[in-house]
């Protein structure tokens, strides 16, 4: 399983591609998270059904206490997407070692509010924050575990390609796949 900064990279969250969305909210707020808010985050990623027990906390909540204790390398950040008062989901990213090039690390929309557009929001967030850093390049890692292929399809949609596949990537039998956009 590839670790990045301690962490596993699973691009975790479903989102359900074939849905019809309605129209998407022209004024999300998009906000860092709180410290406060940190439980509430790793809950969200539990809710998905994607990790195991206590995986959500090791993964997320670390990587949420590590970036409100600023442990993290510069650039990396994560936001929440709040709407009508309630976070409907979060993303985590940040730059690689090349500038231009930036990785999607997490996103997560609240399962309950699944289908409603907000992973798009999400996901344009990320790509405009991004742009505004000079970046020129999104890559998303996610595995090719039955359970994503509604992600996959998501990001297809989105206009990211497949750049490659790395057998195994996760385990075995549980290849990453890894999505690069350039971002005009």
């Known amino acids: 399983r590839r670790v990045h900064g301690g962490f596993q990279n699973p691009a975790f969250f479903e ?8 129209s998407v909210n022209m004024n999300p707020q998009f906000r860092p998270p709180k410290r406060d808010e940190c439980d509430a985050l790793v809950e969200l990623g539990n809710s998905t059904g994607i ?4 995986e959500a906390q090791e993964l997320l909540g670390q990587t949420l206490s590590d970036l409100l204790d600023e442990n993290l390398p510069s650039g990396h950040q994560a936001h929440v997407l709040v709407d009508d008062a309630t976070i409907k989901g979060w993303v985590y990213f940040g730059p690689t070692e090349h500038p231009t090039v930036w990785n999607l690390w997490w996103i997560g929309v609240d399962p309950s509010f699944k289908g409603q557009g907000f992973g798009k929001q999400l996901l344009r967030f990320v790509e405009e924050s991004v742009k505004a850093n ?9 595995s090719s575990s039955d359970q994503l292929s509604h992600t996959r399809d998501f990001y297809k ?6 750049s490659h596949t790395e057998p195994d990537g996760y385990g075995p039998a ?3 796949v890894v999505f690069k956009k350039q971002l005009d």
């Open 51 to 54: 990790f195991s027990p206590g």
């Open 134 to 142: 000079l970046g020129r390049y999104l890559i998303i890692e996610t």
């Open 157 to 162: 949609l989105q206009g990211y390609d497949v």
């Open 15 to 22: 989102i359900d591609a074939t849905q019809n969305l309605p």
């Open 174 to 176: 549980q290849d990453k």
